[in-house]
């Protein structure tokens, strides 16, 4: 069994905001060592020493879901954290049961630490109180036990990340790399988490009001007979991308194409292409400052009113909108 180890000095921490991590037994090892990734990667670009502790409610080594071990301190030695960041995993349900974390977590947020959550650790902050008509989500395959136990939460569904004041929450697990550097940008500014995403390979900086879910996942067979053509599409947007474009590409007639995608995907070519549109456009208009005339046309809208109607009926509200919240938080 691999035992992960993190070491520190208690005078490497002096003067310095301290981030805590709260795991527990069958914890998933992504949602702890994802953030610690980012904070430790943020920490060397910023020039500061790396201020944090992995705690549990019993000091020692912690057992993953995986089997691999991290090792963690008790409550006790919380005192200077700033920040508490909660794992989630299989062993979620017991930790969000047990009284002495709650009670931790509570005091934590009462002190004004900014407390935040990993994918099922949520469950953890709602037990405590602290998403009682807050904003917040979680995986979202848990989205329906989530609302049915906690009607007074603000639930988000197909949110990456959410934050309500001082509350943040993720969605499944390498979201809380999202999360971890949207934290990074408030507390380091903009170009501190551009670089550490670069140090960390990241392809895409996700914003928090970013989908969950992809175009292509969502069809009944993404990776069947017509899965190139349409990562092919993804990848070609300001193009026509009409029917008979599509079946001259996959050497088909229109009509035997039309069918034969229905049938394997669910949905017509039309549609899915237009999922696709919506799916980039979306995630340029959170994540960049590019004009909303120019994602239109390079996304293959053309006419930017056009793609605000796509919008309004897909999202519920206008490209601006997405904009704004997607800054806001």
């Known amino acids: 069994m691999v035992r992960l180890c993190l070491k520190w000095r208690n005078s490497l921490y002096f003067g310095h905001p301290m981030i805590g991590i709260l795991i527990f037994p069958d914890f998933q090892l992504l949602d702890a060592a994802g953030p610690i990734s980012v904070f430790e990667v943020a920490a060397r670009c910023t020039g500061k020493p790396l201020a944090l502790r992995v705690l549990a409610a019993s000091a020692g080594l912690v057992r993953s879901s995986s089997g691999v071990e991290m090792l963690a301190r008790d409550f006790k030695s919380a005192n200077a954290i700033t920040t508490l960041v909660i794992a989630g995993?299989?062993?979620?349900?017991?930790?969000?049961r047990c009284e002495f974390t709650r009670a931790f977590v509570q005091r934590l947020a009462r002190r004004g630490v900014r407390v935040a959550s990993v994918c099922s650790g949520a469950y953890v902050l709602a037990e405590a109180g602290l998403l009682?008509?807050?904003r917040a989500t979680t995986h979202w395959g848990r989205t329906r036990d989530f609302v049915a136990r906690y009607p007074k939460v603000k639930f988000e569904p197909d949110h990456i990340f959410t934050r309500d004041?001082?509350?943040?929450?993720s969605a499944g697990i390498t979201a809380g790399i999202d999360l971890a550097l949207a934290m990074v940008t408030e507390d380091h500014g903009e170009e501190i988490a551009q670089e550490a995403a670069r140090h960390l390979v990241l392809y895409h900086r996700r914003s928090g009001g970013q989908s969950q879910f992809s175009s292509l996942?969502?069809?009944?067979?993404?990776n069947g007979r017509f899965g190139a053509l349409l990562s092919w599409a993804r990848e070609n947007l300001d193009a026509p991308l009409t029917v008979e474009d599509l079946a001259d590409r996959a050497g088909m007639s229109a009509r035997h194409f039309a069918r034969a995608f229905a049938a394997e995907t669910g949905t017509t070519p039309s549609k899915a292409i237009e999922r696709l549109r919506l799916e980039v456009a979306?995630?340029?208009?959170?994540?960049?400052r590019e004009a909303i005339e120019l994602v239109a046309q390079?996304?293959?809208?053309?006419?930017?009113?056009?793609?605000?109607r796509?919008?309004?009926r897909a999202f519920g509200q206008p490209p601006q909108a997405l904009r704004r919240a997607a800054r806001a938080g």
Do not use: C
């Open 282 to 288: 979306r995630e340029r208009v959170q994540s960049s």
């Open 89 to 96: 995993g299989a062993g979620v349900a017991d930790a969000a």
């Open 310 to 312: 796509a919008f309004i």
């Open 132 to 134: 009682d008509g807050r």
């Open 165 to 169: 004041g001082n509350v943040w929450t």
């Open 217 to 222: 996942l969502e069809l009944k067979t993404p």
């Open 298 to 308: 390079t996304t293959g809208f053309g006419d930017p009113e056009r793609m605000r």
